[in-house]
Nanobody, 115 residues
Framework: QVQLVETGGGLVQAGGSLRLSCAAS????????MGWYRRRPGSQHEFVAQ???????NYADSVEGRFTVSTDNAKKSVYLQMNSLQPEDTAVYYC?????????WGRGTQVTVSS
């Protein structure tokens, strides 16, 4: 099993920035990548960003140019730098990791952007 713990959520004004962190522990052998999803109020989970162990990076159209995902393989961590935050970015942000044996999820961290 892999345990994922997110930190860095909070309340920020529109136009501000936050940095989310997620640390993996447990059986982190052969993880293929890490990334972020979010769930906005009244909506389903949606993809935000991810980085594979090979370095490939993908972003949702809604965050491209404002958010930056990065990983630290030595620390088994993934980060999400969020700039120019808008009220529609308000959501619970979930860290996830994937491997050939399955997907793993954190419990989420709340990000609230006030107008």
């Amino acid at each position: 099993q892999v345990q994922l713990v997110e930190t860095g959520g909070g309340l920020v004004q529109a136009g501000g920035s936050l940095r989310l962190s997620c640390a993996a522990s447990g059986n982190t052998f052969s993880l293929s990548g890490m990334g972020w999803y979010r769930r906005r109020p009244g909506s389903q989970h949606e993809f935000v960003a991810q980085q594979s162990s090979e370095g490939n990076i993908n972003y949702a159209d809604s965050v491209e140019g404002r958010f930056t995902v990065s990983t630290d393989n030595a620390k088994k961590s993934v980060y999400l730098q969020m700039n120019s935050l808008q009220p529609e970015d308000t959501a619970v942000y979930y860290c996830y990791a994937w491997a050939g044996r399955g997907d793993f999820w954190g419990r989420g961290t709340q990000v609230t952007v006030s107008s």
